[in-house]
């Protein structure tokens, strides 16, 4: 957040309209110049010029002007700002409907839900007129905070001011219903529009995804095939990717099914889609036979396929399909860039990596912090630790958390503690610290035997009240989706389950595993941390898996966080042992475990 001082003030602001004629034309140009420059600078997200034009408008009086207020407040929602739109709101001395409008969307936007309501509520007492932008915001909110209630009234509100025909507005609706988990009155919105959008659609799948009725979901988006001509490419792609990221394989390929029988799949959105759908759900093939068949590919498809690539560590893939963009004169993006990178990282090629990246300054692309700090990653993970260091001093943007913290993963595969203490000291000078980063602070403190500083890094993360995210895992099995928790006993074949792992632990020691358990956190000791780490949820799930499929199933799972040191050894043994193939996606990359090894040969 910036400072209040650096703001422009307008206390003492005259506004000085010219009187003369010829003036009069130099006032209305500069109005016209200064909303264009203003709208231009909210497109790129310039902030510090943005600053500048503010200052400039308030030495001219313009802000008093209820449209230029109006894109100052989109600006600042923006650029993330949310607290400078609310500023503007308050200084501005008429406020219409869409003044109100703007401020209510920055805070939606910038996840004030709570914010948005209020200036919502305090709309309504000022007797301003909710339109067809508020009413979204509003339900969005509503949605973020769970509040059914009040989405209730507003859905009242939205009946009798007659927006009930809107097809944004009411998407919104079913939007928010589903989420708030009214999965009838979603559907009974939905049933009720006289038009039907992408937000209406992804509303209606995800709230059936979330009650585990696939069919249900099938059923509708059939339905709306044979009635509804609005369903189009869009709809499909967006339907499509909202099963990619729950990883609902099964409905995906019914979907998958209704594009072919619709010609849609040629489509390169729906292709797209459908790459990252498979290459999410562990089936690398199917995106490729997808990427295959799209006669003309868009950029997007391209980027997905190569992220595919790169989780998969199907890096000289990777690398091929970069080439043939090249040969076919298909110009990369800055994501194109970060997918090479990632691959490179995931391999360890680190001489690859350098060469992507000035290919990169070749192209006239400027290297991000992302980029950054993938190469930095790349570098650290190599053990070229003073090679990442001089990398992140030649930057020529302020290094982020992703940067530093990049470093750091290096420093502690490579037991550089005083460097890990190093890049620890500069994430904390940053302001805002990220819950995951907080525990790798803490450790490098203490490796370095800098336990004041150890201890601090805790106290911000509980004074923060920042949770660690439960590491959850999950088995899908025709359509239901099994999610297991560390040292869970819920699941209705716990003993069978328990039992499975005592028995594969007893052949994995003989087969030479032993338990490492430095990955677990220091609270945790001596036999608990045993215990834990022989239950964690990816492990439960992988038997469920063994008890549950046929032996030449290979058993997918995924987990919502990265899998731990000793569970990869540990998978590489279960693989070994029991003959199967494993495959696990946690939040980073896919692992392949066969026979005794792991696809990402130990670089994840
Ligand atoms: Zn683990
Ligand atoms: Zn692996």
């Known amino acids: 957040m910036l400072p209040s001082s650096s703001l422009p003030s307008s206390s003492s602001l005259i506004l000085e309209r010219p009187q003369n004629p010829l ?22 997200r310039s902030l510090p010029k943005g600053l500048q034009l503010h200052a400039h408008i308030i030495k001219s009086g313009l802000q008093i002007i209820p449209l230029v207020s109006h894109h100052l407040i989109n600006f600042y929602s923006k650029t993330q700002l949310p607290l400078l739109s609310r500023q503007i709101f308050h200084e501005a001395p008429i406020k219409s409907a869409t003044t109100w409008s703007s401020v209510i969307s920055s805070f939606a936007q910038n996840e004030l839900p709570c914010l948005a309501i209020e200036y919502f509520r305090r709309m309504l007492g000022e007797c301003a007129l909710p339109d067809d932008h508020i009413f979204p915001s509003a339900t969005k909110s509503c949605a973020i905070l769970g509040r059914l209630d009040v989405g209730k009234s507003v859905h009242c509100l939205v009946v009798k001011t007659g927006y009930d025909f809107d097809v944004f507005v009411c998407s919104s609706l079913v939007d928010m219903y589903a989420k708030c988990g009214d999965i009838k009155t979603a559907r009974k919105v939905f049933d009720e529009m006289p038009e039907r959008n992408v937000v209406s659609w992804s509303g209606m799948i995800y709230g059936y995804a979330q009650l585990g009725v696939n069919e249900e979901a099938l059923k509708l988006f059939k339905q709306a095939l044979y009635d509804d001509l609005e369903v189009n490419d869009f709809t499909f792609s967006s339907v499509i990717h909202v099963c990619g990221t729950s990883t609902l394989l099964e409905l995906g390929k019914q979907i998958h099914g209704l594009c072919v029988k619709t010609s849609f799949e040629l489509s390169s959105f729906v292709g797209s889609s459908l790459v990252s759908l498979y290459s999410k759900c562990g089936l690398i093939d199917a995106a490729y036979l997808v990427f295959e068949e799209v006669p003309v590919r868009n950029l997007g498809m391209w980027n997905a396929m190569l992220i595919a690539c790169a989780q998969h560590s199907h890096t000289n893939k990777a690398f091929n399909l970069f080439k043939e963009m090249e040969i076919r004169g298909i110009k990369p993006n800055f994501i194109t860039f970060l997918c090479v990178l990632y691959a490179c990282s995931h391999a360890g090629l680190v001489e690859k990596g350098q060469y992507y990246f000035e290919l990169m300054k070749e192209h006239g692309i400027e290297p991000g912090s992302q980029h950054y700090a993938s190469l930095v990653d790349l570098l650290g993970r190599a ?123 007893e052949e994995m020691e003989r087969a030479g595993y032993v338990a490492d358990t430095s990955f677990v956190l220091r609270e945790v000791d001596g036999e608990e941390k045993n215990q834990s780490i022989r239950y964690h949820s990816e492990r439960l799930a992988i038997a469920f898996g063994m008890i549950t499929f046929p032996p030449d199933r290979p058993i997918r799972v995924m987990k919502n966080l990265r899998v731990c040191g000793d569970c990869h050894t540990a998978i590489k043994f279960m693989s070994k042992c029991s003959g199967r193939v494993i495959i696990v996606r946690d939040n980073n990359r896919f692992h392949r475990f066969e026979d005794g090894k792991c696809s990402c040969g130990d670089y994840w």
């Open 383 to 505: 053990g070229k630790l003073q090679e990442a260091v001089s990398v992140i001093n030649k930057m020529p943007i302020a290094p982020t958390e992703s940067v530093w913290g990049a470093l750091l993963t290096g420093c502690r595969i490579h037991g550089d503690t005083d460097l890990a203490a190093y890049a620890a000291d500069r994430i904390f000078e940053l302001d805002n610290v990220s819950s995951g980063l907080h525990v790798l602070l803490s450790n490098a403190y203490a490796a370095a035997g800098r336990w004041e500083d150890a201890a601090k890094a805790r106290k911000m993360l509980r004074d923060r009240g920042v949770k660690k995210e439960t590491g959850l895992s999950w088995v899908e099995e025709g359509n239901r989706v099994h999610t297991f928790a560390a040292g869970d006993r819920s699941h209705l074949r716990t003993e069978e389950i328990y039992q499975k792992l005592e028995e594969l632990g």
């Open 23 to 44: 003036n009069q034309f130099s006032f209305e140009q500069t109005f016209r110049n200064i909303c264009t420059l203003l709208l231009s600078l909210t497109h790129s």
